[in-house]
């Protein structure tokens, strides 16, 4: 019979879930008596759609589809970011919401995975609109969310304000203020320190470790970065205190390059003051599409999905490629870099800063007691090294891919629990 939506099972023609599905296929000969459970991986435990009305400054009214994914809860309470982008589609948020799963299993923190996200490009809304929206969205999420259930974070185009509307509509609808429902809130509204710049110091940590353990030296290193918001940004700024140079950016206005290396301070506040790295001074621009034949050592795709694909893998010159988006680069990409012999540092464990330290925060909201970002980073460094540690065992020992290596640590997490649970009823 035929249907005019594929079935969510079907790893073809369904968009980023599909590369998700067959990236689960790849790990289940490792996954021993477990595999057994594995279908568990395959279907989101829980989806909700839901229509976003709000009245526009204009006197109009405009829908918006909002989604909510809780793919598995086995581990613990939902955790996931919000997006906010005009592309955002189901069968993305379904991806999202697995890869946190996974993510949260690799780096041993205890949550189980989900997503949200709305089609609007928020930056044709008004801080009204985008905050009438914010909070219509959490109000039509909250009966799966909350401190001890799911708990949203920041994701593309989303921030500490948007977060700080989810945290207050959240606790005006319940009737007590409830910090813990959201990580990634302002610092003043039980957010934590350290917390906007810990995906980037998370990418920035499991790249040096991989350096060393390749004998690529950081110090001169050349850096290109795809996005330089949250996460390209702050990567980008590490590595260059740390002696690399960062040759090429691209983000949505344009890419820049500067052989000798960009001045990212002063990027950074280019970004900040203009909205984008298009019109920087301190460098020539470059076409989009040479981007990926840049000559660099270290490439760190840091925007959207489906970025790295087989028609522009074979131009990539970077030794070592570090995931900071979720999603980058497609199967067949990830074949082609594997037979190159250039080294990928999944998604999975290369983003997994960010919800670590989304996991101190909701921990001190918990104990309402705060710590010194000194002491978060360092704890954030210590988790991220070891986790990064027992995975490049992993991948040694089965001699398999970084990602599939990922995979096994944290699906075998993930089913262990599963399987201890037992199925209720
Ligand atoms: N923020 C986090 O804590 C976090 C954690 C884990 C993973 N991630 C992932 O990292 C990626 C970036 O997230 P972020 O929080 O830095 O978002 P952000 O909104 O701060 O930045 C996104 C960047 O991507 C760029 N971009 C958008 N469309 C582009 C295009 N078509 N081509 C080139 N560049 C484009 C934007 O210009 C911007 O520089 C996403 O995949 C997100 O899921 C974020």
Redesign the pocket.
């Given at each position: 019979m035929q249907h005019a939506l594929p079935s969510y099972l079907n790893p073809d023609d369904v968009g980023p879930w599909g590369t998700y599905l067959k990236q689960v296929d790849r790990v289940t000969p490792y996954l021993g008596s477990l595999a057994r459970w594995v279908e568990t991986l395959k279907r989101p435990k829980r989806i909700l759609i839901v229509d976003v009305p709000i009245e526009m400054d204009d006197g109009s009214i405009a829908h918006f589809e909002g989604y909510r994914v809780q793919h598995n809860l086995s581990r613990g309470p939902g955790k996931g970011?919000v997006r906010f982008h005009q592309d955002v589609t189901l069968s993305e948020v379904m991806a999202?919401s697995a890869w946190m799963s996974v993510k949260n299993a690799a780096v041993n923190v205890p949550y189980g995975g989900a997503k949200g996200g709305i089609r609007v490009d928020p930056r044709k809304l008004s801080k009204g609109e985008l905050e009438r929206l914010t909070r219509r969205y959490t109000s039509e999420i909250g009966l799966l969310i909350g401190p001890s259930k799911d708990i949203p974070a920041?994701?593309?185009?989303t921030n500490g304000q948007i977060m700080a509307w989810m945290m207050d509509t959240y606790s005006m609808n319940t009737g007590a203020t409830a910090t813990g429902v959201v990580t990634g809130k302002p610092v003043d509204l039980g957010g934590s320190l350290g917390r906007v710049e810990?995906?980037g110091r998370g990418v920035f940590t499991v790249g040096v470790e991989a350096a060393k353990l390749t004998g690529l030296p950081v110090e001169g290193a050349r850096v290109a970065v795809?996005?330089?918001?949250?996460?390209?940004g702050t990567a980008g700024k590490l590595f260059a205190d740390a002696g690399a140079k960062v040759v090429a950016v691209?983000?949505?206005?344009g890419t820049i390059y500067n052989a000798s290396g960009l001045d990212v301070a002063a990027l950074l506040e280019h970004v900040r003051t203009q909205g984008?790295v298009g019109g920087f001074a301190g460098a020539e621009s470059m076409a989009n599409d040479d981007f990926w034949g840049v000559g660099c050592d270290i490439l760190i795709p840091?925007?959207?999905?489906g970025q790295i694909t087989k028609d522009n893998a074979h131009r990539i010159q970077a030794k070592l490629v570090i995931e900071?988006?979720?999603g980058p680069t497609t199967p067949e990409a990830d074949d082609i870099l594997n037979d190159k012999g250039v080294l990928v540092l999944p998604d999975v464990i290369a983003?997994a800063g960010?919800v670590t330290v989304s996991y101190f925060e909701w921990v001190q909201d918990f104990s309402s007691f705060f710590w010194s970002e000194d002491e978060i980073n360092a704890r954030l460094v210590r988790i991220m090294q070891e986790a990064f540690a027992s995975i490049w065992q992993v991948a040694q020992e089965n001699k398999v891919s970084l990602r599939t290596a990922t995979f096994i640590v944290a699906c075998k997490r993930i089913l262990h629990a599963r399987e201890m649970r037992g199925l209720y009823p």
């Open positions: 970011g999202l920041p994701d593309v185009n810990a995906t795809q996005g330089f918001g949250n996460v390209g691209q983000d949505h206005t984008g840091a925007a959207l999905e900071g988006a979720n983003n960010g």
